[in-house]
């Protein structure tokens, strides 16, 4: 069982940048994938980015490739999202997402695992 906890979230204005954190529980975090989803108003949750659990590779929805970047550190059981050039359309909360597995796919159903989610908000 992994319990996971985001933080990092706030205001920003267009252009600005944020990094989010997600601390996990549990002595097995490094034998779990990780990823990002985010979810606007009205609107599904939608894959975001996601590494696999050694951290060697990473992949990123469209929307999102070549301004955020995701990590780990196994050290400290904690994931990171930085986010760089944001816009106004990346307003929403974002979830932190974890499963037992070495790599994980883009669906939210293929995560076992959900943090209580971190509001960011993106002003034009």
């Known amino acids: 069982q992994v319990q996971l906890v985001e933080s990092g979230g706030g205001l920003v204005q267009a252009g600005g940048s944020l990094r989010l954190s997600c601390a996990a529980s549990?002595?097995?975090?490094?034998?779990?994938?990780m990823g990002w989803f985010r979810q606007a108003p009205g609107k599904e949750r939608e894959f975001v980015a996601a590494i696999r659990w050694s951290g060697g590779s990473t992949y990123y929805a469209d929307s999102v490739k070549g301004r955020f970047t995701i990590s780990r550190d196994n050290a400290k059981n904690t994931v990171y999202l930085q986010m760089n050039s944001l816009k106004p359309e990346d307003t929403a909360v974002y979830y932190c997402?974890?499963?037992?597995?070495?790599?994980?796919?883009?669906?939210?159903?293929?995560?076992?695992?959900w943090g209580q989610g971190t509001q960011v908000t993106v002003s034009s």
């Open positions: 997402a974890g499963v037992s597995t070495v790599v994980a796919g883009k669906g939210p159903g293929e995560f076992d695992y």
């Open positions: 549990g002595r097995t975090f490094s034998t779990y994938a």
